[in-house]
């Protein structure tokens, strides 16, 4: 058997649609942070495996995305339906990409509100304790609204959280 060692950490990773390998697609599907490129990522692979003979590697893509990629984005099993191929796969991606954003934007005002309201308690109250920490960063946006508006009058921490 012959096998050609690539070494993805030295691989140009350009655009997608900049790339005729799928390798370097592979690499750039690896490398992107956003679910958002996916579409790009994975458009570019619908255009290079559209072959009567690519079935089989269209599938292996799109079981790959299903099961490594979208999951280390923060992607649940339960937001991604079983898919026959890449071009499902893309048409999920299409509909799904602006939901995951406007969730993947309110995890980001919660964990900013609970870092400011973290901030504040320990100005006016000194150190937070461990306790109190996990249960601010644990609490829903209207939660937090409500121990802000708290923390404006409290005199000690427990009236905050009262």
Same mark, same amino acid.
């Given at each position: 058997?012959?096998?050609?060692?690539?070494? #993805?950490? @030295?691989? &140009?990773?350009?655009?997608?649609? &900049?790339?005729?390998?799928?390798?370097?697609?592979?690499? !750039?599907?690896?490398?992107?942070?956003?679910?958002?490129?996916?579409?790009?990522?994975?458009?570019?692979?619908?255009?290079?495996?559209? %072959?009567? &003979?690519? %079935? #089989?590697?269209?599938?292996?893509?799109?079981?790959?995305?299903?099961?490594?990629?979208?999951?280390?984005? *923060?992607? @649940?099993?339960?937001?991604?339906?079983?898919?026959? %191929?890449?071009?499902?796969?893309?048409?999920?991606?299409?509909?799904?990409?602006?939901? !995951?954003?406007?969730?993947?934007?309110?995890? %980001?005002?919660?964990? *900013?509100?609970?870092?400011?309201?973290?901030?504040?308690?320990?100005?006016?109250? *000194?150190?937070? &304790?461990?306790?109190?920490?996990?249960?601010?960063?644990?609490?829903?946006?209207?939660?937090?609204?409500? !121990?802000?508006?708290?923390?404006?009058?409290?005199?000690?921490?427990?009236?905050?959280?009262?």
């Amino acid at each position: 058997m012959k096998y050609r060692l690539i070494d #993805e950490g @030295s691989y &140009d990773l350009q655009e997608p649609a &900049d790339r005729r390998n799928l390798v370097a697609v592979l690499f !750039w599907l690896e490398k992107t942070p956003e679910p958002t490129d996916l579409q790009r990522g994975i458009q570019r692979l619908v255009e290079l495996l559209d %072959g009567p &003979d690519d %079935g #089989e590697l269209r599938s292996a893509f799109a079981s790959w995305l299903q099961l490594v990629k979208l999951p280390s984005l *923060g992607v @649940s099993e339960e937001d991604i339906p079983e898919v026959l %191929g890449l071009e499902e796969f893309k048409a999920m991606l299409e509909e799904r990409v602006k939901e !995951w954003n406007k969730v993947l934007l309110q995890r %980001g005002a919660q964990q *900013g509100e609970a870092t400011m309201l973290l901030r504040q308690l320990e100005v006016k109250f *000194g150190k937070v &304790d461990a306790r109190t920490r996990m249960q601010v960063e644990a609490a829903a946006p209207e939660r937090l609204l409500q !121990w802000a508006e708290r923390l404006v009058t409290a005199e000690r921490l427990a009236d905050v959280f009262s």
